[in-house]
T-cell receptor, first 113, second 114 residues
């Protein structure tokens, strides 16, 4: 039973435009959400996170939005750059399961010139 | 520089053989994890250890075993009981004191069963 879902397996966006990646979750106990970026044959690297007490967190070109009532979060990348082409994983954890992240299936982002 | 080292990067195994994947970290992290990634799926937790000499099963522990004799090391053995072992295996670590839930990952080991 997948508790974190990324329903778009791929996304193609033009360089300079906005990339919007979506993530839904089912477990209401989740209180911390993270986005990871992964290149082929490498381990994921942490990108940005948000606590359930916030609804927005921004770090440079990356912004994560959290809608708790809808159990939905999104990652915005503005402007998109060719180096952003990677797989993006959404992950979530609950306070009593700290460190045990539940991951979505990932979204492959391709940024075209 | 600090990080997580996984070896080997690529490994081939015949059916029926056990294989051990190495994971070493010099980040002084207490917690270590093993995840598995399959095509089109997210990372799934195999085993985790929050402290030396202690570890717990994750969501898909069957057919795997681990040990945590040293803080720096968390090897994973894929046994012949694992029905579908071909996958990309990722080791990670974290520090409870940082209270962010952020995991630091190694570069992964790709296991192929022939």
């Amino acid at each position: 039973d997948q508790q974190v879902k990324q329903n778009s397996p791929s996304l193609s966006v033009q360089e300079g435009r906005i990339s919007i990646l979506n993530c839904d979750y089912t477990n209401s106990m989740f209180d911390y959400f993270l986005w990871y970026k992964k290149y082929p044959a490498e381990g994921p690297t942490f990108l940005i996170s948000i606590s359930s007490i916030k609804d927005k967190n921004e770090d440079g070109r990356f912004t994560v939005f959290l809608n708790k009532s809808a159990k939905h979060l999104s990652l915005h990348i503005v402007p998109s750059q060719p180096g952003d082409s990677a797989v993006y994983f959404c992950a979530a954890s609950a306070y009593d399961s700290w460190g045990k992240l539940q991951f979505g299936a990932g979204t492959q982002v391709v940024v075209t010139p | 520089d600090g990080g997580i080292t996984q070896s080997p990067k690529y490994l081939f195994r015949k059916e029926g053989q056990n294989v051990t994947l190495s994971c070493e970290q010099n980040l002084n992290h207490d917690a270590m994890y093993w995840y598995r990634q399959d095509p089109g799926q997210g990372l799934r937790l195999i085993y985790y250890s929050q402290i030396v000499n202690d570890f717990q099963k994750g969501d898909i522990a069957e057919g795997y075993s681990v040990s945590r004799e040293k803080k720096e090391s968390f090897p994973l053995t894929v046994t012949s009981a694992q029905k579908n072992p071909t996958a990309f295996y990722l080791c990670a670590s974290s520090s409870p004191g940082e209270n962010t839930g952020e995991l630091f990952f190694g570069e992964g080991s790709r296991l192929t069963v022939l």
